[in-house]
């Protein structure tokens, strides 16, 4: 098969680091990296809008490759939106200046939930796969390239809120008020990442990203009923399918954004993801105590990078010697601002290779 005969990769830091392997230097790579702060994006964006770049394979790939022709990154992800999955269920999503993501016509009752569709992934999302394929050749092995999904608890949130919100008020109420369906429509929403992250490996992912943002708004007892079980499911079924399929497993990362401390330890003793990613509200000697086995990636708070550059180099590297060169993948807490000096981000890179 010509399509799986990428070429050979020439920095595994990275990928050492996510299986618990010692690494010579602290791999990093931030949350966002190809996007708003960089001007070859910005003019990219004049040029296209945001899901055309999305949906056509070479544009996702030139716009991939961008932080990573500029910077001294130890890995790639790949250009997409986690919002691609409630597009395919049948939901027009749309991009807004200033505003961000919108969706018109939410589901605001379970009787809206008959509205959604089962996608086929390898045709309705098919467009990411050829992105990934297409992404690891014209990386030509320099760096792995990572490709990722929203969590099931995410995307509901979008879907009922037609939005981002600072409460999720509407999403969270129906956790209450139909429980029965709020399973029901994370289910649905799952079996559908299971499938599209195998697609993603097919393709050529190297390692898969679960960001389960709005974890924030959930308490431990939500937290338990209605995110750990489906992240738990998606990493599961995710090895086992690549098992049956004879595709090598790749590391698979969850990003429970804002989860307290006990639902991180929660997820790190399912031993169902090999690295978890954390917010900057988590000190590293807690995510060490806490998450002892599983290796941890994070967490300088996206706003750090505001002060001088020297300041972000000495943070950067203070951050990292919290954790160490065995289990560590540095980044920041969160997707970096899209008016980020370039010159932080490169102090950030220096800071954590120098640690
Ligand atoms: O990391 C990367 O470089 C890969 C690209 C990537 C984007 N979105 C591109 C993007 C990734 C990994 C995402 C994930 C994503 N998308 C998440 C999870 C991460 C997180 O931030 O918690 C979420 C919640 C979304 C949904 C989303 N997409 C929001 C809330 C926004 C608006 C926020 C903003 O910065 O305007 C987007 C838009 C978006 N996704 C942009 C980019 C580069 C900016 C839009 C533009 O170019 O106009």
Known sequence: MMKHDFPVLKNDRFLKAARGEEVDK?????MRQAGRYLPEFREFRTKHDFFSICQTPQYACEVTLQPIK???LDASIIFSDILVIPQAMGLTVEMRPGVGPVLPEPIATPGDMSRLKKPDVEKDLGYVGEAITLTRHKLEGKVPLIGFTGAPWTLMGYMIQGGGSSTMAQARSWLYKYPQESLELLQLITDIIIDYLVMQAKSGAQALQVFESHADY????LFDIYSLPFLKKISEQVKLKLD???IPRVPMIAFPKGATLNSLERLAKTEAYDV?????TVEPSDARTHLA????QGNMDPCAMYASEEQVYERARKIASQFSKKG????????ILPDTPIASVEAFIRGVHSS
């Open 26 to 30: 602290i791999p990093v790579w931030i």
């Open 70 to 72: 500029r910077f001294d």
């Open 218 to 221: 959930l308490n431990d007892e």
């Open 244 to 246: 049956e399929l004879g």
């Open 276 to 280: 978890i990613g954390i917010d900057w």
């Open 293 to 296: 086995k599983t290796t941890v």
């Open 328 to 335: 560590y993948i540095a980044n920041l807490g969160h997707g």
